[in-house]
């Protein structure tokens, strides 16, 4: 039987090599893990050290030992489909407490909210998942970064509110998508047009939230992805056309603009961007 198997997800314009490592002691796939190749053979060759070496821990940035990361592994998927008890529930936070691995103060910040999950998943100063594309050879911009966040506050916040994280479902994102794809656009003065949100916009808006629920996933913060099965919407955008006669009269009324100064560069552009998309067609 194979130690691990090998499959790609597509980042900007490459395909990057993600390993799941077969754990020995429950005969089940590990939870996908970025190898930061774009080349199967050298995907295979990090996962081999991994195996031999150990497993690069997201949060400490060191070598995690096999052993110990089947072990835990095995623990988690012991906890995901035992039937607990209260009193199972208080035996495992009693053992922990005695570890010192959680305290009332930790276990309230464990209980955080979507929103202030994904504001720090894309702070690019202070994100771990950041770090981890950097340490990967994946870098993101501070300006995607930028826009996720906005699409988070616009979005992602007036929709979830105070939700916690642990506490969000699949169904709840299937709602959402439904909610975006009718939602109508905001226009600078605040006011709502009559337009809904483009799907590429839709889908932009959900890739902020998304990403941060996979990677969450991934490191155990919750329990399922619930991000699977989860489509993209798709649709035709409307095609750009060129000015009629009418419209550039129309652009050009008197009094629209505060002087004849400020007609030159827009009529500069425009006939530009007539031109250019007069030849692309």
């Not at 998304?210 to 490191?219: C, D, E, K, Q, S």
Request: charged share 30%; aromatic share 8%; net charge positive.
């Amino acid at each position: 039987m194979k130690k691990f198997y090998l499959y790609t997800r597509k980042s900007k314009n490459n395909k990057i090599f993600y390993v799941q490592l077969l754990n020995p002691r429950t005969g089940k796939l590990m939870p996908g893990k970025s190898t930061g190749q774009t080349n199967r053979e050298e995907a295979a060759y990090i996962s081999m050290k991994w195996l031999k070496e150990g497993i690069p821990d997201g949060k400490t940035k060191t070598a995690r030992k096999v052993e110990e990361t089947f072990s835990v592994d095995e623990l988690l998927n012991g906890l995901r489909v035992s039937e607990l008890t209260e009193t199972d529930v208080t035996r495992i936070l009693a053992i922990l407490k005695s570890r010192n691995l959680i305290s009332d103060e930790k276990h309230e910040e464990n209980s955080l909210t979507l929103i202030d999950f994904l504001m720090n998943f894309w702070d690019y100063e202070n994100s771990e998942y950041i770090r981890e594309k950097a340490a990967y050879g994946q870098n993101l911009t501070k300006n995607h970064c930028k826009d996720m966040i906005r699409q988070v506050k616009n979005h992602w916040m007036q929709y979830f509110s105070d939700k916690k994280l642990v506490d969000i479902t699949k169904q709840d994102l299937k709602d959402f998508s439904f909610h975006l794809v009718k939602k109508k656009k905001t226009l600078q003065n605040k006011k709502k047009s009559d337009n809904t949100l483009k799907p590429a916009t839709v889908n932009r808006v959900l890739s902020a939230g998304l990403t941060g629920l996979r990677w969450a996933f991934n490191n155990d913060l919750i329990h399922d992805d619930i991000t699977k099965g989860l489509k993209r919407f798709s649709g035709i955008s409307m095609r750009r056309g060129i000015l009629s006669d009418t419209e550039v009269k129309e652009l050009f009324t008197e009094g629209l603009w505060p002087s004849p100064a400020s007609r030159l560069p827009t009529c500069q552009i425009k006939c530009h961007l007539s031109s250019e998309i007069l030849y692309l067609s």
